[in-house]
């Protein structure tokens, strides 16, 4: 296995509006270790969204490589990149995300079950992740009875539970307010400690800093890449 869960080469996209070419990614190279804590920051139409797709599995590159847990995205048809989506990267959206009229544990069991796992156990190990995350007695509650910052734990909560190599999460203070923005930046923060991967996406400096290295991006082109001490870089 190796150290690294993404790697990306000279990785280029390039989108096509009509007769005219759009490059959103101009040669990006990428490496992010297992446990780090990574931030790709960047303001709107800086390429940061299509370097989140690619890195979530969403897209393929024009040119380039993307390796995702050892895989080349490139090599894989639709149905290998669904399952490579579903077993190595949980996602936590800006908007959350959860299904409506649907309790916290049922939106958290809902990846499990859909990697074939028996509802009792998935259900059994959903409630187990919300109870660490705070919301033990908010179980049976759907998203209409939940805060925005209990609701974005619910988000994290489905994206841990699959185990899964990395954590991509866009945005994910940007429908909060400050203290509950802050509050699941705390979680993330102790996941990290605990050794999980995380990938944030995010135009706020402030939220940025929260992580241990930033990748700052801009034009399609990484500007600078730094880490606070006693981190490294590959």
Request: no cysteine; glycine share 8%; net charge negative.
């Given at each position: 296995m190796s150290d690294y869960v993404v790697q990306l080469t000279d990785v280029r996209r390039e989108y096509q509006t009509g007769d005219v070419p759009t490059v959103?990614?101009?040669?990006v190279s990428l490496k992010?270790?297992?446990?780090?804590f990574v931030a790709i920051v960047g303001p709107s139409g800086s390429g940061k969204s299509t370097l989140m797709n690619l890195i979530g599995c969403?897209?393929?590159?024009?040119?380039?490589?993307?390796?995702?847990?050892?895989?080349?995205?490139?090599?894989?048809?639709?149905?290998?990149?669904?399952?490579?989506?579903?077993?190595a990267i949980g996602f936590v959206f800006q908007q959350f995300q959860l299904l409506p009229l649907t309790s916290a544990v049922e939106n958290v069991a809902a990846p499990l079950l859909y990697q074939g796992i028996r509802t009792r156990e998935a259900h059994k190990r959903a409630a187990a992740i919300l109870t660490r995350l705070g919301l033990g007695e908010r179980l049976d509650f759907d998203r209409g009875r939940l805060s925005g910052g209990q609701q974005q734990r619910v988000a994290i909560s489905r994206a841990l539970v699959t185990n899964p190599d990395l954590v991509l999460a866009d945005e994910p203070t940007g429908a909060l307010d400050t203290s509950s923005g802050a509050a699941v930046m705390d979680v993330f923060k102790e996941m990290n400690a605990e050794g999980r991967t995380i990938v944030l996406i995010t135009h706020d400096l402030e939220v940025a800093a929260t992580a241990k290295r930033r990748v700052y991006i801009r034009d399609g082109l990484i500007e600078r890449d730094e880490a606070d001490a006693m981190v490294s870089t590959p």
């Open positions: 959103a990614l101009a040669g992010v270790q297992r446990g780090e969403l897209d393929r590159p024009s040119a380039g490589t993307v390796r995702i847990s050892d895989k080349d995205i490139s090599t894989l048809d639709d149905n290998e990149l669904t399952a490579l989506r579903s077993r």
